[in-house]
Antibody
Framework: QVQLQESGPGLVKPSETLSLTCTVSGGSVISHYWSWFRRPPGKGLEWIGHMYFSGSTNYNPSLKSRVTISVDTSKNQFSLKVSSVTAADTAVYYC??????????????WGQGTLVTVSS | QSALTQPPSVSGSPGQSVTISCTGTSSDVGGYNYVSWYQQHPGRAPKLMIYAVSKRPSGVPDRFSGSKSGNTASLTISGLQAEDEADYYCYSYEGNYPYVVFGGGTKLTVL
């Protein structure tokens, strides 16, 4: 059973960079796509972006200029960085695995989520 | 504003059926059989309920079903139960970058 666990600071100051890591257990990051989502308070679930283990990335256009997703195959982890954060980036952040193959395009395994608050 | 349109809320009584719609375009919902649905209870992670328009992952009750007609996908929940009260999101593959589109979510209330 694949399990994902987010980790990182729960509090980030405005204008700084938010950094989160998702550790994958029970499976390998190799040969899969890895995704990040967030849910701001009172709002809906928003897709941030995803990355194939070999390096290709796709980002939500609304966040693309500030977001970087990377994968570390040696640690079986992938990461999210969001630069120049504001209060609008306060949200519960989730990592997930994307299944993208002929006949399939969906997110099957999810982390439990981690709350990140942007405040001074 | 989300690329896929969902009703903000739907409601039904226990035992009844409800349908949540998800409307896109021929470039996403209408063009590919890659619509998926996710259930999210408060404070919990999203859970995959339907993929490839109408397929159910192992463990998802058969009360949940998915379909598509033209540019609109639908999630139908029959025999409503109190535990079905949650937020539901639709996602789809899109033929152009960034290849992912999603709905704003629908809050299901079981009366």
């Amino acid at each position: 059973q694949v399990q994902l666990q987010e980790s990182g600071p729960g509090l980030v100051k405005p204008s700084e960079t938010l950094s989160l890591t998702c550790t994958v257990s029970g499976g390998s990051v190799i040969s899969h796509y890895w995704s990040w989502f967030r849910r701001p308070p009172g709002k809906g679930l928003e897709w941030i972006g995803h990355m194939y283990f070999s390096g290709s990335t796709n980002y939500n256009p609304s966040l693309k200029s500030r977001v970087t997703i990377s994968v570390d195959t040696s640690k079986n982890q992938f990461s999210l960085k969001v630069s120049s954060v504001t209060a609008a980036d306060t949200a519960v952040y989730y990592c997930a695995r994307l299944i993208a193959a002929t006949g399939f395009f969906h997110f099957d395994y999810w982390g439990q989520g981690t709350l990140v608050t942007v405040s001074s | 504003q989300s690329a896929l349109t969902q009703p903000p809320s739907v409601s039904g009584s226990p035992g009844q059926s409800v349908t949540i719609s998800c409307t896109g375009t021929s470039s996403d919902v209408g063009g590919y059989n890659y619509v998926s649905w996710y259930q999210q209870h408060p404070g919990r992670a999203p859970k995959l309920m339907i993929y490839a328009v109408s397929k159910r992952p192992s463990g998802v009750p058969d009360r949940f079903s998915g379909s598509k007609s033209g540019n609109t996908a639908s999630l139908t929940i029959s025999g409503l139960q109190a535990e079905d009260e949650a937020d539901y999101y639709c996602y789809s593959y899109e033929g152009n970058y960034p290849y992912v589109v999603f709905g704003g979510g629908t809050k299901l209330t079981v009366l």
